[in-house]
């Protein structure tokens, strides 16, 4: 291919013709930005605190408008500009024109681009202007005045930084379009796989990982994966825009859309004009929209169909439904990409036979785990710290009583860390990934941190069935561990954020609040219980099958149902962060919790 | 001049063009005939530098058109699709075609427009499929084109509209030695136009022949002897390519010179000597070898 092909050039008279024909499209992208941005805000310039946290949130991007808006605008925008690529007569009329294939592009691309970002760029800067809202002179009566101090206000900043966030937004979402447009043969269809591109890196992670959970023993789902895979979605699952992080992964969202630009300028230099009007311009995107839906249509009946049916028959019916869902994903993906109903011809069999093969190597890597991922366990040579983070339901057990939601620690002594190695063996061996038997006690990953640099992270759950009693032994030790004791109590349940401990005794519907000092004397005193604490975990699934609640309690000395105690911590802003109960054998806290003013009854 | 040389284009698997050999000299006007799916339109197509060739090449006047702008430049196209944007009027495309063509005629433009009465300012839609094809002309023409290339030109254009737009082309040919190029299925619509006959078939080239040759070759004569009836030296001589015989009127077409003919025929004293005008299709029919011939399915 000659270097001109690519160059950068564009026409002022294509990209002017452009704006004549598809000025609609960016006046409706303002009014859509006006309308959910800019309007609340007017109304209630002098009542900010009605607004304030819509405005943020739609400052954020982190509002449901916007990711409509800035998914639907840019796909628009692509179909409009890449009409000359869609329909036949508009094709020979543009390849006609005296410009290069390189130039019709960029003119088109570019004029679309702007005809995206514009009203984007106009709106923010309203927003820069409505950074003289203020709150009424009675919104600290009506909202209180914690609220109106904390609520913030607009900065003219925030405009400029909206803008630059949704811009990278749009044009990420913009250069999937293109892509493709520049694949496909008719508006429909660009339509189409420019919104199923858009959210394939969703589904497939989400996919993906369902498989991997469902057939690896220890799978962790990295569920940080799905804020990166699109700047749609990131805003929704991630911190504010503005923060570092952010910053740093909409870097990366840009030179992406920049490289999916590039792949497309390509690909349209190879473009089969003759194609416009069939459903793609090359053979091999029919291909790989069949094998995706293929894909997409196996795993939905596959789950669908352990869904509807008792557990006994679940295995053989996933692979049922499976094959069934896959051939019916081929064979729907054929008529649209063929647009015929008469697909059932050789070339699809080979397309069946193909989807097979690939299907097959992708269960032999996960429910065959030909790569040993499910046995691996790190030499505790090689092991610099494990990171622990437990969902406790344990309150049942009786190890200890917390009710907890992503608790999260780092251990670095080698006692400690051969303690979580020996429950990682006890997982390894029940094996039993699917938990199909006994309630949850507590789940827990496990991430080794490598003094390679590498990690290894595997989630496991602990049950109350008597498969799990090597692991729940394991379990258990964990809580003798003095490292362990200092970061679960230090880290986590009174963690850096918690400010407050309301002591609550449900008996008599008392409550104390404990704050200051005393919160660092709550804190010694729970600690101090937790390490005079002695877990015997008894063999209790030998004696008896029908495993009932009181049977867990480890120690006869606790009874996690007799006090009717519980603590809950709170941040600065009343969010709780977690919640503690009061064990019989917690005499320090007992203790202190009744010298407070407490009475702490069973 | 325009020169396609070895052009091949198969689609899926479909050979459209096999081995496409074309050479229109400058000023001069080209009919290419073909029936429906011949592979006229794919031609065209590679002409215009809208879709590339498997192998082969298109040249104008020496340079390769695919992704050409100088010598896309130099091109008017009518293609049998006709495309104008939604909402736009024919001072639309003016505008944006004026900055578009180097070589663009402004006063040419609104000549032909007020020649065919349209209104500039009405939108194209509003047009009928007739007066669409009229604006594509005016705006082909308006580009001053070295290289006209038109895809069924005049259908749907009415006798009076045909004239104005074969005698504005050929005034082009004669005043600044245009290249022309138009594809039809129906060989009667470039009688008296075309200075070449292209004729393809299937995606290859049957036959290519020069009209002025070919007319000056064959004559149609009906002659009379009396009893007599034709003189063997008559037969012998004027290579007769067909003979029709109607009581002692004989039907003659003979590939000659016209005055080797009067001279043959009109020495011996004919009764009755006249020589008739032959349509093209029975000078190519005769030339090929008289009416069974295949190829007069695709030129009749």
Request: aromatic residues 10%; glycine residues 6%; hydrophobic residues 45%.
């Amino acid at each position: 291919m000659r270097s001109a092909n690519l160059s950068c050039k564009t026409s002022a008279a294509l990209m002017k013709e452009n704006f004549r024909q598809f000025w609609p499209l960016p006046v409706i992208a303002f009014l859509y930005y006006f309308a959910t941005g800019i309007l609340p805000l007017i109304i209630s310039y002098n009542r900010l605190e009605v607004v304030i946290n819509y405005a943020q949130q739609y400052l954020g991007n982190a509002t449901v408008f916007l990711f409509i808006g800035n998914a639907l605008i840019p796909i628009c925008a692509a179909i409009s500009v890449l009409k000359f690529l869609h329909i036949p007569s508009a094709s020979t009329a543009a390849h006609s024109l005296p410009f290069s294939r390189a130039k019709l592009f960029n003119s088109a691309v570019l004029s679309g681009w702007i005809m995206t970002v514009v009203p984007i760029g106009v709106t923010g800067i309203l927003f820069s202007l409505m950074a003289g809202a203020s709150p009424s002179a009675d919104a600290a009566k009506n909202y209180g005045t914690e609220y109106i101090a904390q609520m913030g206000t607009i900065s003219p900043t925030d405009g400029l930084v909206w803008i630059l966030f949704t811009v990278i937004t749009v044009t990420f979402v913009y250069a999937i379009s293109i892509l493709a447009g520049v694949i496909t043969g008719t508006p429909v269809m660009n339509a189409l796989v420019a919104v199923f591109l858009n959210l394939i890196p969703l589904l497939m992670l989400w996919l993906t990982q369902l498989y991997l959970v469902m057939y690896l023993n220890g799978y962790t789902e990295n569920e940080i994966l799905y804020k990166y895979v699109s700047p749609l979605t990131y805003p929704l699952a991630a911190d504010t825009e503005g923060s570092a992080d952010s910053y740093r992964v909409f870097a990366v969202f840009l030179i992406a859309a920049l490289v999916l630009i590039f792949i497309s300028a390509l690909l349209y230099q190879k473009a089969k004009v003759e194609r416009v009007g069939e459903s793609t311009l090359f053979h091999f995107a029919g291909d790989l929209l069949t094998y995706l839906l293929a894909f997409i249509s196996m795993t939905a009946f596959a789950f669908i169909m352990t869904a509807i049916v008792d557990e006994d028959h679940a295995s053989v019916l996933f692979y049922v439904g499976a094959v069934t869902g896959a051939l019916i994903g081929l064979v729907i993906a054929r008529m649209i990409v063929e647009r015929t109903p008469r697909v059932f011809d050789k070339a699809t069999l080979k397309r069946v036979i193909i989807y097979g093969i690939i299907a097959a190597a992708f269960f032999c890597l996960t429910a065959f785990d030909f790569t040993g991922y499910e046995k691996r366990i790190p030499e505790a040579d090689n092991v610099a710290s494990v990171y622990l983070d437990i969902n406790d339901y344990t309150s049942q057990t009786g190890i200890v009583s917390v009710y907890s939601n992503g608790s999260s620690m780092r251990l670095k002594t080698p006692e400690a860390i051969a303690l979580v190695q020996d429950l990682h063996q006890a997982e390894i061996k029940t094996n039993d990934n699917n938990s199909k038997s006994g309630s949850t006690v507590a789940q827990i990953t496990i991430k080794y941190a490598l003094k390679s640099g590498g990690t290894i992270s595997r989630t496991y759950e602990i049950n109350d069935s008597e498969k799990y009693a090597a692991a729940l032994r394991e379990y258990a030790k964990l809580y003798t561990n003095k490292e362990f004791i200092a970061r679960y109590y230090g880290d986590t349940i009174f963690n850096p954020s918690v400010i407050k401990a309301t002591a609550i005794n449900y008996a008599n519907s008392e409550s104390i609040d404990i704050k200051g000092k005393r919160l660092q004397d709550l804190q010694k005193a729970m600690m101090s219980d937790a390490r005079s604490r002695t877990y015997n975990i008894k063999d209790i699934w030998s004696n008896d099958k029908s495993v009932t609640t009181d049977k867990y309690a480890i120690d006869k000395s606790i009874d996690p149902n007799e006090y009717q105690v519980e603590i809950d911590m709170y941040d600065a802003k009343e969010n709780t962060q977690l919640s503690v109960n009061v064990l019989v054998g917690d005499d320090n806290t007992v203790k202190l919790l009744e010298s407070y003013g407490l009475t702490v009854s069973k | 001049m325009i020169e396609i040389n070895g052009l091949c284009k198969s689609f899926d698997g479909y050979q459209a063009l096999n081995n496409m050999n074309i050479k229109v000299q400058s000023g001069s006007i080209y009919g290419l005939i073909g029936t429906n799916g011949a592979g006229k339109t794919t031609v065209i197509r590679h002409m215009a530098g809208i879709i590339k060739a498997d192998a082969g090449e298109v040249l104008f006047d020496g340079e390769n058109v695919w992704d050409n702008e100088g010598v896309k430049q130099r091109i008017g196209l009518i293609p049998d699709e006709l495309y104008f944007p939604n909402n736009s009027a024919p001072d639309d495309m003016r505008r944006f075609y004026s900055s578009v063509y180097r070589n663009w005629d402004d006063s040419k433009y609104r000549h032909i427009m007020d020649l065919f009465k349209l209104d500039p300012h009405k939108k194209v839609g509003t047009f009928s499929k007739g007066m669409k094809k009229q604006v594509a002309f005016a705006l082909a023409m308006a580009k001053n084109p070295d290289y006209l290339i038109l895809d069924e030109p005049i259908d749907g254009l009415d006798p009076i509209v045909r004239k104005i737009v074969w005698r504005l082309i050929v005034d082009d040919v004669a005043e600044k030695e245009m290249s022309v190029l138009v594809s039809s299925h129906n060989l009667k619509e470039m009688e008296g136009i075309c200075d070449y006959i292209g004729i393809v078939d299937h995606g290859e080239m049957k036959l290519e022949r020069e009209l002025d040759l070919l007319k000056g070759r064959i004559h149609k004569v009906q002659v009379s002897f009396g009893k007599d009836g034709l003189p063997p030296e008559i037969n012998d001589n004027l290579n007769i390519i067909h003979r029709d015989t109607r009581g002692s009127v004989e039907l003659l077409i003979i590939a000659n010179s016209m005055q080797t003919i009067e001279e043959t025929i009109g020495s011996r004293n004919p009764v009755l000597f006249d020589i008739l005008p032959l349509s093209l299709e029975e000078i190519f029919i005769y030339e090929l070898g008289g009416e069974s011939d295949e190829i007069s399915k695709l030129i009749l």
